[in-house]
């Protein structure tokens, strides 16, 4: 079965510093993607960064940025110049075999953003 | 503006009363999901559905029903809410399986339900 495990319940970080959430995913796939997603205390889900697995090069958004090694299928988001309102719960996903339309998520780390 | 919609946002409810949380989408998707989110466990799909009249169980389907009438409604049924079923739960969508950049999976602001 398709896991993702992240392995940090918790991360803080000083405003302007850079931070790094880690994530190890295990599939049986040869394509497929990797996602993270930012929940903020309201509950929206929403999509921070995408990775294809076939694409070597490593996606970046602005400030975020991944870290995909797909021997070791690591897949860490890092986030630069950190900002009060990046605190949030991050999870990180991957999409599932089939035709399900399934993402499969991690546990979830929650980033604190000190002043 | 592209949304999906869920209702009610917040519910409190006793075991063994039916619910129904609907969900609806406005961007004619074929593929939608219902996920339940639990501390610790992150997010996992409950049922999906690929078109209309198409569902299929995913992860966790034990104490859930879904129907899919319409293209863009997709409910979730309780027949006999039990307080295992207390969590937060999310109706997702996308055109397809949400992988590619114009394929993105669409989540609902959730849905927080206690079950007493």
């Known amino acids: 079965a398709q896991t993702v495990t992240q392995s940090q319940p918790e991360m803080s970080v000083q405003e302007a510093e850079t931070v790094t959430l880690s994530c190890t995913y295990d599939t049986s796939e040869s394509d497929y993607y990797l996602f993270w997603y930012k929940q903020p205390p309201s509950r929206q889900m929403i999509l921070v960064i995408r990775q294809e697995a076939y694409k070597q090069q490593n996606a970046t958004e602005n400030r975020f940025s991944v870290n995909f090694q797909k021997a070791a299928k690591s897949f860490s988001l890092k986030i630069s110049d950190s900002q009060l309102g990046d605190a949030a719960m991050y999870f990180c996903?991957?999409?599932?075999?089939?035709?399900?339309?399934?993402?499969?998520f991690g546990q979830g780390t929650t980033l604190q953003v000190k002043p | 503006e592209a949304q999906v919609t869920q209702n009610p946002r917040y519910l409190i409810t006793v075991t063994g009363k039916k619910l129904t949380v609907t969900c609806s989408q406005n961007m004619n998707h074929e593929y939608m999901s219902w996920y339940r989110q639990d501390p610790g466990l992150g997010l996992r799909q409950i049922y999906y559905s690929m078109n209309v009249e198409v569902t299929d169980k995913g992860d966790v389907p034990e104490g859930y029903k879904v129907s899919r009438k319409e293209k863009r409604n997709f409910p979730l049924i309780l027949e006999s809410p039990s307080p295992n079923q207390t969590s937060l739960y999310f109706c997702a969508s996308s055109q397809d399986r949400g992988r590619g950049t114009e394929e993105t999976q669409y989540f609902g602001p959730g849905t927080r339900l206690l079950v007493l």
């Open positions: 996903a991957s999409d599932g075999s089939g035709n399900t339309g399934k993402l499969i």
